[in-house]
């Protein structure tokens, strides 16, 4: 069963603010619309790939940064946890992580 979103205005805030790490939005995932969701929810710190890295930047580049900063990372890009090097990245990172 998946979830839709409906309209803005249907959003449920939480009472409380919410006391998760901060997120880190993949490129593959930005856009205006999923980025001002994500940003509209009280206590959520949301960073965004193109405000620290260059757009054509290697995956391993935000994976090191969102690790070191102990950010959750949100990417849209299912076959990455095959791909070796970036799990290389994953390590040199130190995050807790799962796929």
């Not at 997120?23 to 009280?42: E, G, N, P, T, W």
């Not at 710190?45 to 090191?64: K, T």
């Not at 690790?67 to 390590?91: P, S």
Request: glycine fraction near 4%.
């Amino acid at each position: 069963m998946s979830m839709r979103l409906g309209p803005r205005s249907s959003m449920k805030q939480p009472k409380e603010p919410l006391d998760i790490p901060p997120i880190f939005v993949d490129r593959c995932l930005v856009s205006k619309i999923f980025v001002a969701r994500l940003s509209a929810i009280k206590g959520l710190e949301i960073h965004v790939h193109d405000d620290y890295l260059p757009q054509d930047a290697d995956d391993d580049e935000w994976i090191q940064l969102s690790g070191k900063k102990n950010w959750i990372a949100l990417t849209h890009d299912f076959r990455i946890r095959y791909k070796a090097h970036y799990w290389e990245a994953v390590k040199r990172s130190g995050p807790d992580f799962s796929t």
